[in-house]
């Protein structure tokens, strides 16, 4: 079974960087893999953060655009996130999604059915 784990989070001031990752065990093909990073506060609901599909073309949610930059190695079958700019409005929990083939749209959480136990952000 599909495996995610995310780590870089931690706290960070406003205007600054992160970078988090995503490492994907229990693979047998990835030539289809589709993968996004969503985010938490907790009582509220899922916010797409970003996703790749399985040419390396990204998706942006609007508020990440230009701030925030997707990115995969396919060959340790990792993905990334760029963090740039930080606000205190980016802190949540960061989940790692993935599939092993496109389900629906890209920014859409039941387009996946691999989830990470996700990492905290905390910009101040």
């Known amino acids: 079974d599909v495996q995610l784990v995310e780590s870089g989070g931690g706290s960070v001031q406003t205007g600054g960087s992160l970078r988090l990752s995503c490492l994907a065990s229990g693979l047998t093909h990835n030539e289809n893999l589709v993968m996004a990073w969503f985010r938490q506060v907790p009582g509220t609901k899922q916010v797409a953060v970003a996703a790749i ?27 990334y996130l760029q963090m740039d ?14 599939d092993l083939r ?3 749209p890209p920014l859409a959480p039941t387009s996946y059915g691999y989830w990470g136990q996700g990492t905290q952000v905390t910009v101040s």
């Open 53 to 79: 599909d399985s040419r390396d073309v990204p998706t942006y949610g609007d508020p990440m655009k230009g701030r925030f930059t997707i990115s995969r190695d396919s060959t340790k079958n990792t993905l």
């Open 102 to 104: 496109v389900r629906g």
């Open 85 to 98: 700019g930080l606000k205190p409005e980016d802190t949540a929990r960061y989940f790692c999604a993935a």
